[in-house]
């Protein structure tokens, strides 16, 4: 462990939760959220993704006609194992069926056990949008469908569909995500059918059911791949409920069979007709 370690803490006057979805997509060591602000700490350097997050802000900027005042205030501090409390304020996450939890806590006698590292990667089961997949999946999945995770990043999604018995592939833009994804499906006896680096256009296949919980701009960038693919069902998530709309326009064709709703975020189910 270094000596020394970076705190970027983030403040905006605005679209914190967009924001805050598109530092999750891109940093994997957890964030904490502080009043207004989100604080983000590694032993790595943030100039990449403070470059990153401008670019996201001036893209946000453009499209909503609008101001968006940043402060952003990195700090190098002594290291005193933050990783570790981090990991100490993680408590297992409870879904029907599905204990999620991660390697420091045993697993629950009578539960379907996921075992996942919340320090890892994004999808602990912890943020709503997880949570509101894992019951989309319930409602939707049989055994024997084909599915695909777009964005997989932890891998929690697709290992939860190889549990109700679905054939899963799964993508991601990120390695990390790729890496992380293939290591939690060992670590849970649950089989990856393929996966790669990329997004959906890079099948050939079509699928029973696409699970795709990114973000509503890249879902409405990437419809058409992810509407080429589909069989059935399209479970779409990361979507603030005031972009719901916006979301829906895009996939007019499909039917909205069912919504589900935590907090401001909403996981969408949608049928081809």
């Known amino acids: 462990m270094d000596k020394y370690y ?4 983030i403040t905006p006057s605005k679209f914190k939760e967009e924001i805050e979805n598109f530092l999750m997509e891109r940093f994997f060591n957890g964030i904490e959220e502080k009043e207004n602000s989100l604080i983000l700490r590694s032993e790595d350097s943030f100039d990449e ?3 990153e997050l401008k670019t996201y802000i001036s893209s946000l900027e453009e499209l909503f006609d609008t101001k968006i005042n940043l402060d952003i205030k990195l700090s190098k501090k002594s290291n005193e194992d933050w ?17 999620i939890h991660p390697s420091w806590y045993p697993k629950k006698e009578g539960k379907i056990n996921i075992l996942i590292d919340p320090a890892l990667a994004f ?6 949008t997880t949570k509101s997949c894992i019951k989309a999946l319930k409602k939707v999945v049989k055994k024997g469908d084909s599915l695909i995770d777009v964005g997989c990043g932890s891998g929690i999604l697709g290992i939860v569909a190889n549990k109700l018995g679905a054939v899963v592939d799964a993508c991601d833009t990120d390695p990390v995500a790729i890496k992380s994804t293939k290591e939690n499906f060992e670590l849970n006896n649950a089989k990856l059918n393929n996966i790669w680096e990329g997004s959906i256009n890079k099948s050939d296949k079509k699928y029973d059911v696409v699970v795709a919980n990114i973000i509503a701009d890249v879902l409405v960038f990437i419809a058409d791949d992810l509407k080429n693919k589909v069989n059935k069902y399209l479970i779409l998530s990361g979507i603030i409920d005031k972009y719901k709309n916006k979301v829906l326009e895009k996939y007019k064709e499909f039917k909205l069979i069912d919504e589900i709703k935590d907090n401001e975020w909403v996981t969408l189910i949608l049928e081809r007709k």
């Open 6 to 9: 970076y705190e970027l803490t």
């Open 49 to 51: 993704l403070i470059h």
């Open 83 to 99: 990783i570790k409390k981090y990991q100490e304020s993680i408590t297992p996450v409870e879904i029907d069926e599905f204990y």
């Open 123 to 128: 999808g602990s089961g912890h943020h709503e």
